[in-house]
């Protein structure tokens, strides 16, 4: 057993390929066969075979199995990499294929996701209050935690409690907080989904996702639906993830260190900005017990707040200087997002904060000023 920060590092050093220290950038999408050994292997045994030897990079490369032995260590499962967060969700549908989908708040492109496949193929959605009326063997229930846009935490437990008592099986988004911040698989997850883009990637120059899985078979489906999906991550990405990796762990403490005591400065000085601040939304100011339990690594990294009306939300982000006004979050830099114009279902007074890995003092200090602006 090795701690996390050593994993990150060395859990991929079994793939070494040749003595260089750091990973070579692969770009073949062809590998030469080995003359002498030219065995014929079933599906299921060649997925393993080709992260070992290497022969066509839709059905793996080799940075993309390192990043995937790096993964399937640290997110303590059999991890299986995508193009895209989207895509590792699409994965999930397509090996699922539930008859019912049970969704609630979550990222807009997930629920996108689920209104095509019941475009195109009549998949019923209900509501996550709904899984004890509804919910039948085979169902998937889908919920994040802690959840799009608002950073506050779901409660896991009960919703796999809820899944597990209808034979259904529980899909958890853990995207905004990977361990150390949150151990999903401790509240029942049967399978988790991560956006790599946000915080493994960290850098805001890669797209990518990721599904865990505690089940081989599970594993080797997804691997060989990827492979004609086409959905595995590019060459130059994993190779970008992985240095992304090395350094995962310094990285989100201090982006959840750094969100906490903002969202700190935030609630103290309620009272003084209340024109401008009405509400701020964040797991570290939740009282409820499971979110003590689920949040022992940390908070995760994205808060919401609401101003108090359209137009200074709409304005507010022009008036910081070290928040770039961008969506996504996870990155090393500040974000702040006026949701509207990501999500067309959202309150149009909430701004989304991505906290990075700056001196949270000086972002504290641009908040301020932009307080003291819309103020003015
Ligand atoms: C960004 C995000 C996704 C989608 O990931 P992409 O890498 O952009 O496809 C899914 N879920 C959550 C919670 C996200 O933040």
């Known amino acids: 057993m090795t701690y996390l920060a050593t994993s ?16 070579p950038i692969n770009v073949a999408t062809t590998f030469r066969y080995d003359n002498s050994n030219l065995e014929i292997c079933d599906e299921s045994e060649c997925i393993e075979e080709m992260d070992r030897n290497p022969v066509y990079s839709r059905c793996g490369h080799p940075n993309a199995t390192r990043v995937e032995s790096v993964l399937s260590k640290v997110l303590d499962g059999y991890a299986v990499v995508y193009n895209t967060g ?34 195109n193929y009549g998949l019923e959605q209900h509501k996550l209050e709904d899984i004890e009326k509804f919910a039948q063997p085979g169902d998937l229930i889908h919920i994040e935690s802690p959840v799009n846009p608002y950073g506050v935490s779901v409660n896991i437990q009960e919703y796999a409690d809820k899944a597990h008592a209808k034979g259904a099986t529980l899909i958890v988004d853990a995207t ?3 361990p150390p911040l949150q151990d999903t698989w401790k509240f029942g997850a049967d399978i988790i989904v991560y956006s790599a883009t946000k915080y493994f990637g960290g850098h805001s120059d890669l797209l990518a996702g990721v599904l865990v899985t505690k089940d081989h078979t599970v594993y080797n489906k997804l691997k060989v639906d990827r492979m004609y999906l086409g959905t595995i991550i590019g060459n130059l990405e994993s190779f970008l993830l992985l240095r992304s990796l090395r350094t995962y762990e310094m990285r989100i ?39 003590k339990e689920q949040a022992t690594g940390g908070h995760t990294p994205v808060f919401s707040i609401t101003l108090q009306n359209v137009e200074q ?21 500040s974000l702040v997002e ?29 908040l301020k000023q932009g307080f003291e602006k819309t103020l003015a």
């Open 313 to 333: 939300a709409k304005h507010f982000p022009s008036k910081l200087k070290l928040f770039q006004h961008a969506t996504s979050l996870g990155g090393v830099e």
């Open 253 to 291: 403490s201090k982006q959840s260190e750094n969100a906490t005591k903002i969202v700190n400065f935030l609630k103290d000085n309620m009272e003084k900005y209340k024109n401008v601040l009405k509400h701020v939304y964040h797991s570290s100011l939740q009282k409820e017990n499971f979110v």
């Open 338 to 366: 006026w949701r509207a114009l990501s999500d067309p279902e959202i309150d149009q007074t909430l701004l989304r904060f991505s906290i990075g890995c700056e001196n949270a003092d000086d972002l504290i200090e641009d």
């Open 86 to 119: 989207v895509s590792s969700f699409y994965a999930a549908m397509v090996h699922f294929n539930p008859k019912r989908l049970f969704i609630g708040e979550s990222y807009h492109g997930v629920r996108a996701i689920a209104d095509i496949m019941t475009r």
């Open 176 to 178: 905004f907080a990977p």
């Open 8 to 23: 990150l590092i060395h859990a991929d050093d079994k793939d070494n390929r040749v003595s260089d220290v750091a990973p």
